[in-house]
């Protein structure tokens, strides 16, 4: 499969090691200081591009990206959920020929306990008694606070009860990433938890997303590939 890069950051560098090593083909990376190269014939060869920017370059990025008609697997993080529905970036890609996944996280794990998630904060409709509380640690390079990923869950608990939980944010060192989520009340407390060793499972994520985007118009999330 032939992908294109958009973004060649740290992130950028593991996705296409990881790439090369799942057998597929580079045929462009486009950062901050060649964005003309969207206009190339390498980028339009894409079957896929993979988008990891900021999110004052993103929806430039996926603009151009649909023009020559390559659909996008897109990690930027930074805008939150609403931010992104504003955007209207899933209005403009169902039932169209734009193809688009966004996800705050292409880890397997933790799209596994935003499932989890969501399914214990409908458990937890029951039992007003428990309050929730989040901490997010990311490494020190990290620009947003709370993470996409926090905003996430967030989003996911408040859409089945309230009161929402509230997000700490902590940078240190280099954390990769650690999620966890805890109901408190009176007499116990439950706990679930994500714990990133390294970048590696967000790109390798990526690139499945980008296997599995191949060939697809519309709106999609990275829930369709790794929990249909």
Same mark, same amino acid.
């Given at each position: ?33 060649? $964005?003309?190269?969207?206009?190339? *014939?390498?980028? &339009? ?8 920017? $900021?999110?004052?370059?993103?929806? &430039?990025?996926?603009?151009? &990206?649909? *023009? ?7 990690? $930027? ?39 989890? #998630? ?10 007003? #008694? ?14 947003? *606070? ?33 999620? $966890? ?14 714990? &990133? ?32």
């Amino acid at each position: 499969m032939k992908i294109a890069l958009i973004g060649y950051g740290k992130m950028g560098h593991i996705i296409e090691s990881i790439a090369l090593e799942r057998g597929h083909e580079i045929v462009c990376i486009i950062d901050k200081d060649n $964005t003309e190269d969207f206009h190339s *014939a390498a980028f &339009a060869s894409a079957d896929v591009a993979i988008e990891f920017t $900021t999110p004052q370059t993103a929806e &430039a990025n996926l603009l151009r &990206a649909w *023009a020559v008609g390559v659909p996008v697997v897109s990690g $930027t993080t930074g805008w939150n959920i609403e931010e992104f529905r504003i955007k209207n970036f899933e209005l403009r890609t169902k039932n169209s020929d734009r193809g688009l996944m966004w996800s705050s996280n292409y880890s397997i794990g933790v799209n596994l306990l935003f499932a989890l #998630n969501k399914q214990l904060a409908k458990f937890m409709e029951a039992y007003p #008694n428990y309050t929730p509380h989040m901490t997010e640690v990311h490494h020190i390079h990290k620009l947003d *606070a709370p993470s996409g990923t926090a905003k996430t869950l967030q989003e996911a608990i408040g859409e089945e009860r309230l009161p929402v939980a509230d997000i700490e944010s902590i940078r240190e060192g280099e954390v990769p990433g650690i999620h $966890t989520i805890t109901w408190d009340s009176e007499v116990d407390t439950i706990t679930i938890s994500h714990s &990133a060793k390294s970048r590696k499972g967000f790109a390798l994520g990526a690139v499945i997303a980008a296997e599995w985007m191949k060939g697809k118009t519309g709106w999609h999330e990275f829930s369709e590939v790794i929990l249909s």
